[in-house]
């Protein structure tokens, strides 16, 4: 069973960066992955995609600010945050998509890891 890792979280000041990464026990195939979101209160959001090409998709909060790459011979899923806002502040958890399209939904998940952004 392929279990996702992730790290890189932690507390920063508004206007910093962080980056996250999600390392896979295992070989993740052509899945699509992503990275969400909860901040407590609230729902789970997508945050942002990738696809095994490369094609991306992000959430129009973090557009323009946070990029998602995947290094696939690693097995490592990655997510640089730049310009961190206090309302980025949430659990941030990355998963592997059921196949090679996003919309197939996402299956396994990692057990997350903390963002915190002061004002």
């Known amino acids: 069973q392929v279990q996702l890792v992730e790290s890189g979280g932690g507390s920063v000041q508004a206007g910093g960066s962080l980056r996250l990464s999600c390392t896979a026990s295992g070989y993740t195939g052509n899945k699509c992955m992503g990275w969400f979101r909860q901040a407590p209160g609230k729902e789970r959001e997508a945050v942002a995609t990738i696809r095994i090409d490369s094609i991306t998709t992000y959430a129009e909060s973090v557009k323009g600010r946070f990029t998602i790459s995947r290094d696939n011979a690693k097995n490592t899923l990655y997510l640089q945050m730049n310009s961190l806002k206090p309302e980025d502040t949430a659990m941030y958890y990355c998963?592997?998509?059921?196949?090679?399209?996003?919309?197939?939904?996402?299956?396994?998940w990692g057990q997350g890891t903390q963002v915190t952004v002061s004002s």
């Open positions: 998963a592997a998509g059921r196949g090679y399209w996003c919309y197939q939904g996402f299956g396994l």
